[in-house]
C-alpha cells in the first residue's frame, strides 16, 4: 500500500511560478513510474507528467516548456515546478505512484 501526500499550491497570478511536492511513503519499488495529474473544474481528469526511476520525463503538450517534474529517490518524493502558469492551469493537481492516488491539492491561476 502507498500513502501519497501532497503539498505546495495555492494562489497565483498569471504569469507566476508555483511548486507542489508529493511524498510517498509505504512500500514503492525502486523502478516505478512516478506521476502528476490534473482536473480542471467540469473536466475529466488529465495528464500532466511522468518521470521514471531514471529520470526520464514525459509530458503533456499543454504544459511542455512550463512545467518541470523531477523526484527524489532517497526520499521518495515527486515534485512539479509550474511556470509561465495561465488560469486555465487552474485544477486540483493529483500525485500517482504505483495505482494508488493523493487527495490532490488546489492550484488556482488568476486571469
Known amino acids: 500500500q502507498v500513502r501519497l501526500v501532497e503539498s505546495g499550491g495555492g494562489l497565483v497570478q498569471a504569469g507566476g511560478s508555483l511548486e507542489v511536492t508529493c511524498a510517498a511513503s509505504?512500500?514503492?519499488?525502486?523502478?516505478?513510474?512516478m506521476g502528476w495529474y490534473r482536473r480542471a473544474p467540469g473536466k475529466q481528469r488529465e495528464f500532466v507528467a511522468t518521470?521514471?526511476?531514471?529520470?526520464?520525463?514525459n509530458y503533456a503538450d499543454s504544459v511542455k516548456g512550463r512545467f518541470t517534474i523531477s523526484r527524489d529517490n532517497a526520499k521518495n518524493t515527486v515534485s512539479l515546478h509550474m511556470t509561465s502558469l495561465k488560469p486555465e492551469d487552474t485544477a486540483v493537481y493529483y500525485c500517482?505512484?504505483?495505482?494508488?492516488w493523493g487527495l490532490g491539492i488546489q492550484v488556482t491561476v488568476a486571469a
Open positions: 500517482e505512484v504505483q495505482g494508488s
Open positions: 509505504g512500500r514503492i519499488f525502486s523502478q516505478t513510474i
Open positions: 518521470i521514471t526511476s531514471s529520470g526520464d520525463t
